[in-house]
Nanobody, 115 residues
């Protein structure tokens, strides 16, 4: 059974940075595009960044230029470097394949941007 475990969230001031990590069991990274998603209170879950098996990336307009997604296939890990964080980035962040697989959702990691 594939499991995804997100980590690295926390409380940060506006303008600060965080780096999220997502470790996977199994070998899904080598063959699938991976994505970071987020869900803010009262809002639908949204895809914020996607990375293909070969490393091509796509970002939501709201995070473009501030967030960077990367992957290490040897470690079955995907990362999200988040810079210049804003209060509107506050959400629970999840990783999954892209498109997402219902069976792969983990617990997520909370990111709170507040002064």
């Amino acid at each position: 059974q594939v499991q995804l475990a997100e980590s690295g969230g926390g409380l940060v001031q506006p303008g600060g940075s965080l780096r999220l990590s997502c470790a996977a069991s199994g070998r899904i990274f080598s063959f699938n595009a991976m994505g970071w998603y987020r869900q803010a209170p009262g809002k639908q879950r949204e895809l914020v960044a996607r990375i293909g098996p070969g490393g091509s990336t796509v970002y939501a307009d709201s995070v473009k230029g501030r967030f960077t997604i990367s992957r290490d296939n040897a470690k079955n890990t995907v990362y999200l470097q988040m810079n210049s964080l804003k209060p509107e980035d506050t959400a629970v962040y999840y990783c999954n394949t892209a498109p997402s697989n219902l069976n792969y959702w983990g617990q997520g990691t909370q990111v709170t941007v507040s002064s």
